[in-house]
């Protein structure tokens, strides 16, 4: 089985013991080994499982607006652990192919290898939750053909996802394309250079 392929069932997995609490605030212990990239995965899955929860909560027409704000500032923060989690996989990439002997017709690609697996990722929980609009019984038939069809796209999509990750992968450890890692640099989170932010000092 190829990196993302495995990365789907890691995925699956990880969406499924989330939903067995359900809980946003639940405390899971990450099953696998410290700093292994299969550790960032699971824990990369997790941000966006609980993510994809809060999305849901904060459009609540009567949330609080308190409430609503402390979400807001919650959803960032979670942001920023995504991307630091992308950014943790693209090392070990870098890593693993660090001695390849890259061919004088090399190309890059238009994303690492890390952000193409984070596009994995969501697709899970979509493919998840569009299952369970599926599933539900209190729904129109309507509303099942649609989110049916919906699913085949989805599910038609992670598959050709992940041959493409598998071969960008095939394509590095050859030598045909090789990857650079860029920093994220968002300045919004960075009090000196979010105005806003430096402008208070």
Partial sequence: MNFAENANTLFDNAIELYHVTDDV???VPNPY???TVEAHLFTKCWIDTVQWHLEDIIRDPEIDPVAA???KRRIDRSNQ???DLVE???NYFHTLYANVEVRSDATINTESPAW???RLSILALKIYHMREQVERS??????IAQCQGKLAVLLEQRIDLTTAIDQLLDDIAAGRKYMKVYRQMKMYNDPATNPILYGKE
């Avoid at 209190?138 to 509303?143: E, G, K, L, N, V």
């Fill in 138 to 143: 209190d729904a129109a038939p309507s509303h």
């Fill in 33 to 35: 080994d410290d700093d």
């Fill in 88 to 90: 943790k996989i693209d």
């Fill in 81 to 83: 652990d995504r991307t």
């Fill in 69 to 71: 704000l402390a979400l």
């Fill in 116 to 118: 193409a697996v984070d």
């Fill in 25 to 27: 605030d639940a405390i």
